[in-house]
Structure formats: structure tokens, C-alpha cells
T-cell receptor, first 111, second 115 residues
């Protein structure tokens, strides 16, 4: 299966702390994307990292990609209560036409 | 910022009935997708659509499902005879390219409840 798998499944931190979520996948990819989902709501695209990139930043988000280990991490710095959500990685295989979501990490940021 | 719009946000239907879920992708996007998420489970790929035809579909997308772009702006998912296990959140997505350089823009979803 191509599907990414995130860990941890759940993460609870205090506001102001950093949150790190990891994603592992099995086959080669074109790119990897991270999405956020608030409870019962839609998926919001956060950041895309291509297979030839190693690190990318967007605001308080930092994403790394290690294609040799087939893994990615999402770091949210200085977390806020509003960051509470589920975070999913989605891998895009080389045939482009679909991608695969992991099970997600449920992040709870306590005020 | 451009959005993918899905309607309705919530639909309740009787088992065996037909439902049509509607999506308006971003206007300059060429690739369209349907995904679904059964409560508490992973988001699963259903189908991708390009140039007025299905590019790829999953094993979930059986003969009960069909997609259509009837008028150049709407992108619909039809479930011919709904089953209880079709209850899920259905997400439409669109992209300008097939994923190489851009993220996908998802709609906020339609929650389908089959009773």
C-alpha cells in the first residue's frame, strides 16, 4: 500500500510548545502534502513538498522530507489553541492522478 | 482566494434512493477528484476525472457510482442506489495540474447520511 501513516496518533501539548508529527510511506512519490482538518470539517491544504526538496517553511510550519527513509515531518512552532485539529499527510505517486492519506495525528493544544 | 464549493453540506437519504452530490471546482482547474471519509476512518480516494473522462477509480467506485461534468462548471457524483455503508463525508477536490507542482484544493465536504 502507498498510504502514509502518521505518528503519533494523538498529541496533546500546551500552548506555546512545538508540535511535531511524522509521516512514513512505502513507495516512491512525486510530492507529499500536509492537510489539516477541524472536527467534522473539510480538508485544508497546508504545504506541499516535492520529492527533490528536503525542507520547506510556511509561517509557523516547517516540513521536512527524507526520501531515503520515506518519511516526512511537520513541525508547528509556538502552537496555539486554534491549531487544535487533525493533521494528515497525503502522498502523491508518480502517476499523479490520486493521492493517499494517512490516518492522521489528532493534535490538542491546551490553552 | 478561490474555493471549491460543495452542495449540499449535509444530505439525509433513504436507503435505495439516488443522490447527487454537487461540486463547483476552481474555474481554471482541469483535474477533479472525489474522496470520501467514513466517520473515524481514513480519507479514501474514489475517482479522478480529466478531459471529460475518468482517469482512475478505486475499487470503492463500483457501478453504483458515476461522475459527470454536465455543464463545464459543475462536477457531480451520483450514487444510484444508496446503501447504509455509503454514509460518509464526501470531498470534492480540484487541481490545476495533476499534483506535480500544486496542492489540491478541497471543498468543505458533503456529509451523506443514509438511513
Amino acid at each position: 500500500s502507498q498510504q502514509g501513516e502518521e505518528d503519533p496518533q494523538a498529541l496533546s501539548i500546551q500552548e506555546g510548545e512545538n508540535a511535531t508529527m511524522n509521516c512514513s510511506y512505502k513507495t516512491s512519490i512525486n510530492n507529499l502534502q500536509w492537510y489539516r482538518q477541524n472536527s467534522g470539517r473539510g480538508l485544508v491544504h497546508l504545504i506541499l513538498i516535492r520529492s527533490n526538496e528536503r525542507e520547506k517553511h510556511s509561517g509557523r510550519l516547517r516540513v521536512t522530507l527524507d526520501t531515503s527513509k520515506k518519511s516526512s515531518s511537520l513541525l508547528i512552532t509556538a502552537s496555539r489553541a486554534a491549531d487544535t485539529a487533525s493533521y494528515f499527510c497525503a502522498t502523491v505517486p508518480h502517476n499523479f492522478n490520486k493521492f493517499y492519506f494517512g490516518s492522521g495525528t489528532k493534535l490538542n493544544v491546551k490553552p | 482566494e478561490p474555493e471549491v464549493t460543495q452542495t449540499p453540506s449535509h444530505q439525509v437519504t433513504q436507503m435505495g434512493q439516488e443522490v447527487i452530490l454537487r461540486c463547483v471546482p476552481i474555474s481554471n482547474h482541469l483535474y477533479f477528484y472525489w474522496y470520501r471519509q467514513i466517520l473515524g476512518q481514513k480519507v479514501e480516494f474514489l475517482v479522478s476525472f480529466y478531459n471529460n473522462e475518468i482517469s482512475e477509480k478505486s475499487e470503492i467506485f463500483d457501478d453504483q457510482f458515476s461522475v459527470e461534468r454536465p455543464d463545464g462548471s459543475n462536477f457531480t457524483l451520483k450514487i444510484r442506489s444508496t446503501k447504509l455503508e455509503d454514509s460518509a463525508m464526501y470531498f470534492c477536490a480540484s487541481s490545476e495540474s495533476p499534483g506535480a507542482n500544486y496542492g489540491y484544493t478541497f471543498g468543505s465536504g458533503t456529509r451523506l447520511t443514509v438511513v
